[in-house]
């Protein structure tokens, strides 16, 4: 599934610099000044679309990082007291 996403996302950044194109020719002449700017903002919109689709989905977000928060307090070591270099440069630091 996620390799239809990249393939989607990359489809759709390469119709989207088509229609920038399109747009950037169009703007050069006064009277379709209009339509440019309007085929412009599409462009710029399916470049978000596409770079959306690229990116994880927040559920796959969520889901890695409560597999990694797991993962992560089984293997924290227990705390302990501040002793040798760490304490005196602490004691330093206060005075």
Same mark, same amino acid.
């Not at 797991?70 to 602490?90: D, E, I, N, V, Y």
């Given at each position: 599934?996620?390799?239809?996403?990249?393939?989607? %996302?990359?489809?759709?950044?390469?119709?989207?610099?088509?229609?920038?194109?399109?747009?950037?020719?169009?703007?050069?002449?006064?009277?379709?000044?209009?339509?440019?700017?309007?085929?412009?903002?599409?462009?710029?919109?399916?470049? %978000?679309?596409?770079?959306?689709?690229?990116?994880?989905?927040?559920?796959?977000?969520?889901?890695?990082?409560?597999?990694?928060?797991?993962?992560?307090?089984?293997?924290?070591?227990?705390?302990?007291?501040?002793? %040798?270099?760490?304490?005196?440069?602490?004691?330093?630091?206060?005075?």
């Amino acid at each position: 599934m996620r390799v239809l996403r990249v393939f989607g %996302g990359v489809l759709l950044w390469l119709v989207a610099t088509v229609l920038l194109v399109v747009a950037l020719v169009l703007c050069l002449s006064v009277l379709l000044l209009p339509v440019g700017l309007l085929l412009g903002f599409a462009a710029v919109r399916l470049y %978000g679309v596409g770079f959306r689709l690229l990116l994880p989905r927040s559920r796959d977000i969520r889901k890695g990082l409560r597999k990694e928060g797991r993962r992560w307090r089984r293997k924290m070591p227990l705390p302990q007291k501040r002793s %040798g270099w760490l304490a005196r440069t602490a004691r330093r630091v206060r005075r």
